[in-house]
């Protein structure tokens, strides 16, 4: 059974890497995104927040999980971070593998994962497909955002693989550092070129 050509899109922070899964989505391209997965299986009602709540008690209320509560439990402790994601990674693989089957007969689809390099999961991707743009553009776009500070910016930079690297190791790289129009064009032709080389 032929399956789609899977598709590793990661960027480092403000690089654009949300506007450029949504300009796959808009060219026709099934787009997995597993942060907005996380937040639906921890907001109200989601499937996940009585077993978080049952592992972290407080950390929930009527919004579900609390980012706030659960973030003081878990930050900078390893073990409990484990014990947190030893409940939302395997929720998310099946949400994953429920993707896969929903989109089986399209030729390409995109899994939108930030941390692919960090995670170590590039390997589970055919290919990858890196969100670029210059440092100060990528700068100017992180320190607009509310809340945010230099010191928070240079921590999230320390966490995630330099962007050189990324570009390195990438089969593609998208550059927003050009116009909106660009990158869509940009997007739109590596669309094809995908689903060229899926067909072959």
Request: glycine fraction near 8%.
């Amino acid at each position: 059974m032929s399956r789609p050509l899977i598709v590793g899109l990661t960027g480092s922070i403000g690089m654009g890497k949300s506007t450029v899964a949504a300009m796959f989505e808009a060219a026709g391209v099934p787009v997995f995104d597993a942060d907005a997965e996380v937040r639906a299986m921890q907001g109200p009602d989601g499937e996940l927040v009585p077993a978080i709540e049952a592992a972290f008690p407080g950390s929930t209320d009527e919004g579900g999980v609390s980012r706030e509560k659960l973030g003081a439990l878990v930050f900078g402790d390893p073990e409990e971070l484990a014990r947190l994601e030893a409940i939302v990674h395997p929720a998310v693989a099946t949400k994953r593998e429920a993707f896969l089957i929903e989109h089986a007969g399209a030729p390409v689809v995109v899994f939108d994962i930030p941390l692919l390099f960090e995670k170590g999961g590039a390997g589970s991707v055919d290919r990858v497909v890196v969100v670029s743009a210059p440092a100060e553009t990528q700068r100017a776009r992180v320190l607009a955002r509310p809340g945010m500070t230099e010191e928070k910016f240079a921590h999230i930079l320390e966490l995630q693989t330099p962007d050189a690297q990324k570009r390195a190791r990438a089969d593609h790289v998208i550059d927003t550092g050009t116009t909106l129009e660009q990158t869509e064009d940009a997007v739109i032709a590596l669309a094809a070129e995908l689903r060229a080389e899926s067909a072959a």
